[in-house]
């Protein structure tokens, strides 16, 4: 019952803390109540991309005589999409087990709770308590859906993210609240299969997180769908007692009501700090987060924290890194902190939308002069290719020194092509270094080259 690290929690954080911590040769064990995965493999990032990915083959059967083929007699079975998306959910998260298994790794089934002087106490699902120690304890708790006092979730009318993915029927209409990558990606499923979708955002622009020119573009194409959408709007209260759902929103025009059948409430996160102890150990919290240091070292020495549960990006691949940053700063290792402003973004609706670094804004806020660069898909070959012309690279770079402060992508597949930009601005990578990257043809990332390109007026296919 004693080990070198226990990792509480088996998100993308945990787990992958637990691997490396067995790699550096520690006797180790993680604890979880749930599945194995968490949110991501679960009832986040994989679950979600499955859906999406029945999304777009409809959208291509729907349009497949724009490619010269005709097809007659296709369905949507929403019941068979869900099933895929659970059952590769499921896949996901048995692979978890293998890996865990292959690392020698114990999982421990249970809901844990820490105690002072780096124990836990486990509650088995059968109501049976045990005790565990730990030379240092990782805390990876994760998050769940965020209520607002107005938007009560019923699980059934008024729903959070984990009842989207897991509807007994597809619903005529749905309002959608808050406009954030979750809330995106399942506006976009829904209205890709029929269901009519309204969006509402508290902000002036959907996607208010990315540069202004990709939210306005991604509006243009949403509304191109056939999505409505409310920008500078608030659902101030709800009712629920007809047969679905009635949202009173505050609009610059006044007030609007909306009615639909399900409401989906994505309005952010909630870290699951409460109940695991934390008051009992002393370790201190702000604004619904846990406090830690670069190494993500809580204020009690021996425990630590990652993931969704500390400040920074609420993101799998930013959990996974400090999992494994945290693990290698306890086994001695030289590690260097993470780099909080190198962190890629990605949304999976269509367009796909992919950034790194400043946006527009925030560079001129910081003070540079920049150089900044845009390339359009429908001047892309493959993107005509493909029949997806809508969306742009759009790149910044400091006028100064050549520096890539930013870059900023809506179209389709951009999100596998931000990891040039994310391993490019880790190397230091100038303007002009990136224009003379000889990129393949026809490919979507020549668009990053023709951007950079536009920024140093050498642009070729403009
Ligand atoms: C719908 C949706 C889509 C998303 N899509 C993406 C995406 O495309 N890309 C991306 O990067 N991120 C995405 N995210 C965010 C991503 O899922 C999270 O950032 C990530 O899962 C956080 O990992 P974590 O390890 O911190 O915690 P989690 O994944 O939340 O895991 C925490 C685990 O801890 C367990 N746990 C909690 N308390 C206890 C306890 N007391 N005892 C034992 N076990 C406990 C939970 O059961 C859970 O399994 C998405 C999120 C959602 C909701």
């Given at each position: 019952?004693?080990?070198?690290i ?42 979600t ?12 059967l729907?349009?497949a ?46 809901a ?46 008024v ?97 609007e ?37 670069d ?63 400043l ?75 990136i ?14 080259m ?13």
């Amino acid at each position: 019952m004693k080990y070198d690290i226990i990792v509480l929690g088996s998100g993308p954080g945990g787990y992958v803390a637990a691997i490396r911590a067995s790699q550096l040769g520690f006797k180790t064990a993680i604890i979880e109540k749930e599945h194995l995965g968490g949110i991501c493999l679960n009832w986040g990032c994989i679950p979600t991309k499955a859906l999406l990915k029945s999304a777009q083959v409809f959208d291509y059967l729907k349009h497949a005589s724009d490619y010269g083929i005709t097809v007659n007699g296709y369905d949507k079975d929403f019941n068979a999409m869900i099933q895929r998306s659970r059952g590769v959910a499921d896949g996901m998260s048995k692979g978890i087990q293998f890996l865990m298994k292959k690392n020698k790794i114990d999982v421990i089934d249970g809901a844990g709770k820490l105690k002072p002087g780096k124990k836990i106490d486990v509650t088995a699902a059968d109501g049976k308590v045990t005790e565990y120690s730990a030379d240092h304890i990782i805390i990876a708790t994760g998050a769940r859906s965020r209520e607002l006092p107005n938007l009560p979730q019923d699980g059934k009318k008024v729903i959070g993210y984990r009842q989207a993915m897991n509807l007994p029927t597809q619903p005529k209409s749905m309002i959608v609240v808050g406009s954030g990558a979750i809330g995106v990606e399942f506006a976009h499923f829904y209205n890709s299969i029929g269901t009519e979708v309204t969006i509402v955002e508290f902000l002036p622009n959907i996607v208010p997180l990315e540069d202004e020119d990709v939210s306005k573009q991604m509006e243009r194409s949403m509304k191109k769908a056939g999505l409505k959408i409310m920008t500078n709007s608030s659902v101030e209260r709800i009712d629920t007692s007809g047969s679905g759902v009635k949202a009173f929103v505050k609009t610059a025009k006044g007030e609007e009501v909306l009615e639909a059948e399900v409401l989906l409430s994505a309005v952010g996160i909630k870290t699951n700090i409460e109940n695991i102890g934390l008051e009992a150990c002393g370790i201190a919290t702000d604004r619904d987060k846990i406090l830690v240091n670069d190494f993500y070292q809580t204020n009690i020495p021996g425990y630590y924290a990652i993931g969704d549960v500390v400040p920074g990006p609420a993101l799998a691949h930013v959990a996974s890194a400090e999992g494994i940053t945290c693990v290698e700063k306890i086994a001695g290792l030289h590690v260097d902190k993470i780099d909080y402003g190198n962190i890629p973004g990605c949304t999976y609706a269509s367009p796909e939308i992919a950034s790194v670094g400043l946006t527009e804004k925030q560079a001129k806020e910081k003070g540079y002069e920049l150089k900044i660069g845009k390339f359009p898909f429908s001047a892309s070959g493959k993107a005509k290719a493909a029949g997806a012309p809508d969306g742009f690279v759009k790149v910044i770079f400091d006028a100064k020194y050549g520096e890539w402060l930013g870059c900023h992508m809506i179209g389709a597949g951009v999100t596998d092509m931000i990891a040039e930009a994310v391993v490019a601005r880790k190397l230091e990578t100038t303007g002009h270094e990136i224009i003379k990257s000889v990129h393949p043809h026809p490919t979507m990332s020549e668009a990053i080259m023709e951007a950079a390109a536009d920024a140093y007026g050498e642009v070729i296919h403009l």
